[in-house]
């Protein structure tokens, strides 16, 4: 009888836990926050600054070039100029011995063989008298050959002068655009970056503090070896300086300033913006990704607007936005829109 009432306990016990259990509520599992629309209104005017300064950048390295074709087309119009002088001095020498004898010849005056075996007196006479013609014969056909020559070559030296002095000018208005272009540039980048500066002075507390993440501080040991693992510890040790468009070397710098400085400090050079590193190197799948590669992120080939390095498990580092450091953070923290990635060396 007590062996029934226990097990009948354990049966009520068992239904009443039951009941328990199922009336209990299941905690909520937490879902992630996502970034305000402060925030992400901030990004999207930190990536139009972004490819409004490699546009900026870009046109500068564009006028540069054009300068140098400047300075080219107005060495080769120098040097053709020069050796049109030296030609026409060489065409001045011959010319006197060319018309001496071509007027002697249009007088009556014979320079061949038969008319010194006409003229001669004696055989002795008539051989020092060919002798002589043959010199006389000799120095008239090289002095034809320089006298042509050398009209060729200032005819030459001339054209060569006149397209130098067309690719100069030119060069010349090429620039002169560009110099136009870049001043619209620079008006555009400048109101855009006054708007940027509000923008994140207008950031609550914790939109700055979502914007720059969990601060990072660890210490990267198997970065790779050779140029790529050098330039990773190049870009780490930069960590903390301060972001700002234009800036490419310590302690300021911009997305392709520090990645253009960090490979040049490991002895590589690549181009200064962000869309133009994107056409060097080898494509690499995300999922192979090495230390030293670098992340691009943008709509697309023509609209990046960001540049990372990547460090290993799921890392990078880079100069971000205007009023974060450059910090390491994780891969996710570059951009919604990564478009692909490139291997440098290797």
């Given at each position: 009888?007590?062996?029934?009432?226990?097990?009948?306990?354990?049966?009520?016990?068992?239904?009443?836990?039951?009941?328990?259990?199922?009336?209990?509520?299941?905690?909520?599992?937490?879902?992630?926050?996502?970034?305000?629309?402060?925030?992400?209104?901030?990004?999207?005017?930190?990536?139009?600054?972004?490819?409004?300064?490699?546009?900026?950048?870009?046109?500068?390295?564009?006028?540069?070039?054009?300068?140098?074709?400047?300075?080219?087309?107005?060495?080769?119009?120098?040097?053709?100029?020069?050796?049109?002088?030296?030609?026409?001095?060489?065409?001045?020498?011959?010319?006197?011995?060319?018309?001496?004898?071509?007027?002697?010849?249009?007088?009556?005056?014979?320079?061949?063989?038969?008319?010194?075996?006409?003229?001669?007196?004696?055989?002795?006479?008539?051989?020092?008298?060919?002798?002589?013609?043959?010199?006389?014969?000799?120095?008239?056909?090289?002095?034809?050959?320089?006298?042509?020559g050398a009209v060729k070559k200032a005819s030459d030296a001339e054209h060569g002068a006149s397209d130098a002095a067309k690719r100069a000018t030119e060069a010349r208005d090429a620039a002169q655009k560009l110099a136009d272009d870049i001043t619209a540039k620079r008006k555009e980048l400048d109101n855009q970056i006054k708007q940027l500066e509000s923008s994140?002075?207008?950031?609550?507390?914790?939109?700055?503090?979502?914007?720059?993440?969990?601060?990072?501080?660890?210490?990267?040991?198997?970065?790779?070896?050779?140029?790529?693992?050098?330039?990773?510890?190049?870009?780490?040790?930069?960590?903390?300086?301060?972001?700002?468009?234009?800036?490419?070397?310590?302690?300021?710098?911009?997305?392709?300033g520090l990645t253009m400085w960090a490979y040049g400090q490991a002895g590589v050079k690549i181009p200064r913006t962000s869309r133009e590193q994107f056409t060097v190197g080898k494509p690499v799948a995300k999922a192979d990704l090495e230390p030293g590669d670098l992340l691009f992120f943008g709509s697309s080939a023509s609209r990046i607007h960001h540049v990372?390095?990547?460090?290993?498990?799921?890392?990078?580092?880079?100069?971000?936005?205007?009023?974060?450091?450059?910090?390491?953070?994780?891969?996710?923290?570059?951009?919604?829109?990564?478009?692909?990635?490139?291997?440098?060396?290797?």
């Amino acid at each position: 009888m007590k062996s029934q009432k226990v097990k009948r306990g354990t049966v009520i016990a068992a239904a009443m836990l039951a009941v328990v259990s199922v009336s209990v509520p299941v905690p909520a599992v937490a879902q992630p926050t996502t970034e305000s629309e402060a925030v992400t209104k901030y990004k999207e005017l930190n990536a139009q600054a972004a490819q409004l300064n490699d546009d900026f950048l870009k046109a500068n390295e564009d006028k540069a070039a054009r300068q140098a074709d400047i300075d080219k087309a107005n060495a080769d119009m120098a040097a053709a100029n020069q050796e049109k002088v030296a030609a026409q001095g060489v065409e001045d020498q011959f010319r006197g011995q060319v018309d001496l004898l071509s007027t002697a010849a249009f007088h009556g005056a014979r320079f061949d063989k038969f008319s010194a075996l006409l003229t001669g007196t004696s055989p002795e006479d008539f051989l020092a008298r060919s002798s002589a013609l043959d010199v006389l014969a000799t120095d008239n056909n090289n002095a034809l050959k320089q006298l042509s020559g050398a009209v060729k070559k200032a005819s030459d030296a001339e054209h060569g002068a006149s397209d130098a002095a067309k690719r100069a000018t030119e060069a010349r208005d090429a620039a002169q655009k560009l110099a136009d272009d870049i001043t619209a540039k620079r008006k555009e980048l400048d109101n855009q970056i006054k708007q940027l500066e509000s923008s994140f002075k207008n950031l609550s507390a914790a939109d700055k503090k979502a914007l720059e993440g969990e601060k990072d501080n660890g210490v990267y040991l198997n970065v790779g070896t050779g140029a790529a693992g050098k330039a990773v510890q190049m870009a780490l040790s930069r960590r903390g300086d301060t972001y700002r468009l234009g800036g490419s070397k310590p302690p300021i710098f911009d997305c392709s300033g520090l990645t253009m400085w960090a490979y040049g400090q490991a002895g590589v050079k690549i181009p200064r913006t962000s869309r133009e590193q994107f056409t060097v190197g080898k494509p690499v799948a995300k999922a192979d990704l090495e230390p030293g590669d670098l992340l691009f992120f943008g709509s697309s080939a023509s609209r990046i607007h960001h540049v990372a390095m990547y460090i290993g498990n799921g890392m990078i580092v880079h100069a971000s936005d205007y009023g974060i450091p450059v910090l390491s953070a994780p891969i996710e923290k570059g951009g919604k829109d990564f478009f692909g990635a490139k291997r440098i060396v290797g």
